[in-house]
Nanobody, 119 residues
Framework: QVQLVESGGGWVQAGGSLRLSCAASGLTFSNYAMGWFRQAPGKERDFVATIDRSGRSTIYADSVKGRFTTSRDNAKNTVYLQMSNLKVEDAAVYYC????????????WGQGTQVTVSS
């Protein structure tokens, strides 16, 4: 059974930082590209970032470029999202997801972790 478990969410003031983690189990982690998404209340789920299987290639949404960094540790089956200079508009539930490298469709999803940013 595949599980993706996010952690590290919480409350932070604008301008602060948080690091999210997503621990994977039940799959060969290094075979999957990983993505981060977020969903604010009343809004659609948006793409945040993705990282390839090796960790050498990343892509970010324009809204987070230069402030967020995703990385992975394949030995620990974990992907990270370092978020800096957080803005009120970054507040959302953050999800990690996994896809095979040959597909754009994410097949496994975590349950999400809440990030709250206050002004």
């Amino acid at each position: 059974q595949v599980q993706l478990v996010e952690s590290g969410g919480g409350w932070v003031q604008a301008g602060g930082s948080l690091r999210l983690s997503c621990a994977a189990s039940g799959l060969t982690f290094s075979n999957y590209a990983m993505g981060w998404f977020r969903q604010a209340p009343g809004k659609e789920r948006d793409f945040v970032a993705t990282i390839d299987r090796s960790g050498r290639s990343t892509i970010y949404a324009d809204s987070v470029k230069g402030r967020f960094t995703t990385s992975r540790d394949n030995a620990k089956n974990t992907v990270y999202l370092q978020m800096s200079n957080l803005k009120v508009e970054d507040a959302a539930v953050y999800y990690c997801a996994a896809r095979t490298s040959t597909s754009t469709r994410y097949v496994y999803w975590g349950q999400g972790t809440q990030v709250t940013v206050s002004s």
